[in-house]
């Protein structure tokens, strides 16, 4: 009862919040002076400020944008803002340079007035949810040109802006929408898939470490951890999951995670039955891709990883539970999502009571699913 009513002050408080917001919002845009016409040969020698996503997932649909951004302004100085884990992902590749996104107030501070030093001329916010930050940030970036979507009152920071509308879109259409609207362009980007291919170095650091344990077997990764509790397939089941593939010798299980699911791999560990699994913790993200691209199957919660292994054609089977499927889903045909459609599916909440959608995946289907992935593609590591 008490998390019932909980749960309904969270509402009510979300619903006060974003319409107090928007009045505010909309109040500031008439002092705002925001419409600034440009042509994209203006650009071609500028500097261009890219507000990248946030966690590993995003960044990983983010390539396709980043590809075309660089294919249209070659001669560009181009800064990438992002975390400092995702930075290891592209760094060199498509970016002059790449800052790291601030987190605490000071930091924040400390990053407007960095991003005002390199006189921006077009300033891109890749946010696709209500996140004001980012788009203030771009606002006084004081870039001639800003654009970005309107996200709950957050296009008054934008002299371009676009409307955040769904409709069945995949994240990284959302992503390759703003790049159009840039580069002026009607793309159809409808079967785009985001490819990553991890340094000949970090596969031979990978290689060494499957020696050194003598993991001679084909390796099933596994991915426990997700960033909201409802993600997460139940530890219960993944310690179960593990004990079929140890006693059915489909290969060797290599638990993944980072510091976060230290406590939740343990649990798991403590559950397993019929085989010790190895457990991989707290690399850096290139080695982590490395990791993932020497699976023959990773088994996973849908989460950054997820769509890491399949940008890099792994063969994947995931369990999806609140998460809208059409925006969020892996993308390639070597994927298997497993998920219950409910009549509160996709309900996005980062936690659920009861969490039928999840507690509804059962071992033996994610173990069929497993063997049906080994069978089609399986590869020696």
Known sequence: MIRDFRGLLKQVFKIVYFSVRFLLLKAIEMLLKNKTPYK???????????????????????????????????????????????????????????????????????????????????????????????????????????????????????????????????????????????????????????????????????????????????????????????????????????????????????IFGSSRDEFLIKDILMLVKSIKPFVVLNEPVKKFAAFIKSCGVFLCNNSGPLHLAAAMSVPTVSTMGPTDYDLWRPLGNKNIVIRKTLECSPCNLADCKEHKCMEMITVDEVIEAVKKQLKEYAHGC
Not at 92 to 112: A, H, L, N, V, W
Not at 201 to 212: A, P
Request: aromatic share 14%; with cysteine.
């Open 40 to 254: 994209i040969q203006d650009f071609e020698n500028g500097r261009i400020l890219v507000y990248g996503l946030k966690r590993l997932g995003d960044m990983v649909i983010s390539i396709p944008a980043f590809e075309f951004l660089r294919e249209k302004f070659p001669k560009a100085y181009i800064v990438l803002a992002c975390t400092s884990y995702n930075k290891g992902l592209i760094e060199g590749i498509y970016f002059d340079k790449i800052i790291t996104q601030p987190s605490g107030f000071f930091e924040r501070m400390r990053f407007i007035s960095e991003i005002k030093s390199y006189g921006f001329d077009m300033a891109i916010d890749l946010t696709c949810d209500y996140d004001i930050f980012p788009a203030f940030a771009i606002y006084k970036s004081e870039a001639k040109i800003r654009i970005g979507y309107n996200a709950e009152g957050r296009g008054i920071f934008f002299t371009k802006t676009l409307p955040f509308v769904l409709n069945g879109k995949h994240a990284i259409r959302l992503l390759m929408d703003i790049v159009n609207t840039i580069c002026e362009t009607t793309g159809d980007f409808s079967n785009i898939v985001p490819r990553y291919e991890p340094l000949t170095e970090d596969i031979e650091y990978v290689e060494d470490y499957l020696k050194k344990n003598n993991i001679k077997k084909t390796m099933i990764g596994i991915h426990p951890g997700a960033h909201f509790p409802s993600q997460r397939w139940a530890k219960e089941r993944f310690a179960a999951a593990i004990d079929e593939i140890g006693r059915q010798g489909l290969g060797d299980p290599v």
